[in-house]
């Protein structure tokens, strides 16, 4: 079974510069997850969909962070313009089951900004 | 979101028992205890979870105080493949599935 997928693994921008990061979950898993690793740190929730719907977004930077779901299937994630303290590894997971399912993290992508 | 307490680091020698503990003081009736952990540059994966009982499968073993304000996981044997990031985590069912991790606790193997 092919297990959560992310892209890029690696992205490297200056700041004020925007940069979009990619996730396609397990097949079938209705719900999906957005984090935020900083080095050191555990993994910050930063969006939660259900679906194409979300269900929380308390944690995500609105002025300037953006996630979308269209279809229910992929994601995206934007930040649009980065600023340097945005540096950190960006996990997305999915779950069959949002009450009761195990977390299926993907590897992450890591963003530099310089 | 509730909190758990975990030690910052332990070590373990190769294929010894490692017992890594989680206070939680605070948890609800309805909270299960999730364990998951992460590997060098790896997303998170799940170990195990609970609600009252002791639990096993095949990565490790999950025994859970009476009261519920602790709990302990056991690797049984542990290899150098074992050495992560350990996260306790309480799962809370109003929180819909979302997961809210600490800093956890590095285990660091020695062969």
């Known amino acids: 079974e092919a297990g959560v997928a992310q892209s890029p693994r690696y992205k490297i921008i200056e700041k004020r510069q925007s940069v979009a990061f990619w996730c396609n979950p397990i097949s079938g898993h209705a719900t999906l997850y957005w984090y935020q690793q900083i080095l050191g740190q555990g993994p910050k929730l930063l969006i939660q969909?259900?679906?194409?719907?979300?269900?929380?977004d308390s944690q995500l930077p609105k002025d300037r962070f953006s996630a979308e779901r269209l279809k229910g299937v992929d994601s995206t994630l934007k930040i649009q313009p980065a600023k340097l303290e945005d540096s950190a590894v960006y996990l997305c997971?999915?779950?069959?089951?949002?009450?009761?399912?195990?977390?299926?993290f993907g590897e992450g992508s890591r963003l530099t900004v310089l | 979101d509730a909190k758990t307490t975990q030690p910052n680091s332990m070590e373990s020698n190769e294929e010894e028992p490692v017992h890594l503990p989680c206070n939680h003081s605070?948890?609800?009736?309805?909270?299960?205890i999730h364990w998951y952990r992460q590997l060098p540059s790896q997303g998170p994966e799940y170990v195990i979870h609970?609600?009252?009982s002791n639990v096993n499968n095949r990565m490790a073993s999950l025994a859970i105080a009476e009261d519920r304000k602790s709990s302990t996981l056991i690797l049984h044997r542990a290899t150098l493949r074992d050495a992560a990031v350990y996260y306790c985590?309480?799962?809370?069912?109003?929180?819909?599935?979302?997961?809210?991790f600490g800093r956890g606790t590095q285990l660091t193997v020695w062969p």
């Open positions: 985590i309480l799962k809370r069912g109003s929180t819909l599935g979302r997961l809210y």
């Open positions: 997971a999915s779950s069959l089951d949002a009450n009761t399912g195990e977390l299926f």
């Open positions: 969909f259900q679906n194409n719907g979300v269900v929380d």
């Open positions: 609970g609600l009252t």
């Open positions: 605070t948890i609800s009736g309805t909270d299960y």
